[in-house]
T-cell receptor, first 109, second 115 residues
């Protein structure tokens, strides 16, 4: 079956760096997405990776290794507003998005 | 604001009621989606429409009935729901289905409680 694994919850300190990991097993691969979802709000798009390597976008970076079925989202200079759930999703060979259950990130002062 | 709106934001209904959820996108997209989001579970894709034609129905119970009258509007009609149907229902839209980089834009969701 198809599966996306990510930690349920992580805690980090304001100003620090945190890495949220995502491993996947899917039938085919057509890209990996990261979304941010604040409590009670819509998921919003953060990043898309289809080739191996690191994509940097301001304080957020996303890494992909297709051979390892692995990605991570790196958040630098953490701010309180970064407290949210982070969703990993993989597009499979049928172009359907397979979603992880999300990682709840708690930022402490 | 993502360009996708949903109404109502909150809905409480009994098991014998009939209600409808509405979604509207202002992005000129061709594809629209209904998802169910339950606590600590992955998003569950329910229905997909492309150019107003249904292209995906992931074994959803018949008590959920979608309708897509045009490319900007999507409805989810609800009847004789069960308490386990209580969840956040999210609508999303995207430009096209068959592009790997196609990004989905989500509405704020309807929080549904079935009593």
């Amino acid at each position: 079956g198809q599966n996306i694994d990510q930690p349920t919850e992580m805690t980090a300190t304001e100003g620090a760096i945190v890495q949220i990991n995502c491993t996947y097993q899917t039938s085919g691969f057509n890209g990996l997405f990261w979304y941010q979802q604040h409590a009670g709000e819509a998921p919003t798009f953060l990043s898309y990776n289809v080739l191996d390597g690191l994509e940097e976008k301001g304080r957020f970076s996303s890494f992909l290794s297709r051979s390892k079925g692995y990605s991570y989202l790196l958040l630098k200079e953490l701010q309180m507003k970064d407290s949210a759930s982070y969703l990993c999703a993989v597009r499979d060979s049928n172009y359907q998005l397979i979603w992880g259950a999300g990682t709840k990130l708690i930022i402490k002062p | 604001e993502t360009g996708v709106t949903q109404t109502p934001r909150h809905l409480v209904m009994g098991m014998t009621n009939k209600k409808s959820l509405k979604c509207e996108q202002h992005l000129g997209h061709n594809a629209m989606y209904w998802y169910k989001q339950s606590a600590k579970k992955p998003l569950e894709l329910m229905f997909v429409y492309s150019l107003e034609e249904r292209v995906e129905n992931n074994s959803v119970p018949s008590r959920f009935s979608p309708e897509c009258p045009n490319s900007s509007h999507l409805f989810l009609h609800l009847h004789t729901l069960q308490p386990e149907d209580s969840a956040l229902y999210l609508c999303a839209s995207s430009q096209d289905l068959a592009s790997g980089a196609d990004t989905q834009y989500f509405g704020p969701g309807t929080r549904l409680t079935v009593l």
